[in-house]
Nanobody, 125 residues
Framework: QVQLVESGGGLVQAGDSLRLSCAAS????????LGWFRQAPGKEREFVAT????????LYANSVKGRFTISRDTAKNTVYLQMNSLQPADTALYFC??????????????????WGQGTQVTVSS
């Protein structure tokens, strides 16, 4: 069993920054990927970024590349998402998730098996 708890969301204005955190506990996941997804009302769940816990390799969605940075702190079992230059289009419920596999970086939500409850990010214009 793996538990993931997100925090750091809030209401900000366009151009502002936020840092999301995802604290993990439970069974070991040191060889898996930890990813961020988001979902806005009426839209499908969207991949944001992922990181391999073991070697630190990262993968980003084109929509956030250059603005968002994913990182990890292995000692704290925590993954972060630094979000800069936020825009109203970034408004969504942001989820942290752990992948089933460790061999490749994946942007497919179906390949993640544990999910947090989400933290809301709202960006006003």
């Amino acid at each position: 069993q793996v538990q993931l708890v997100e925090s750091g969301g809030g209401l900000v204005q366009a151009g502002d920054s936020l840092r999301l955190s995802c604290a993990a506990s439970g069974r070991t996941f040191s060889t898996n990927n930890l990813g961020w997804f988001r979902q806005a009302p009426g839209k499908e769940r969207e991949f944001v970024a992922t990181i391999n816990w073991s070697d630190g390799r990262t993968l980003y969605a084109n929509s956030v590349k250059g603005r968002f940075t994913i990182s990890r702190d292995t000692a704290k079992n925590t993954v972060y998402l630094q979000m800069n230059s936020l825009q109203p289009a970034d408004t969504a419920l942001y989820f942290c998730a752990r992948s089933k596999w460790s061999r490749v970086l994946t942007a497919l939500s179906a390949e993640y098996d544990y999910w947090g409850q989400g933290t809301q990010v709202t960006v006003s214009s």
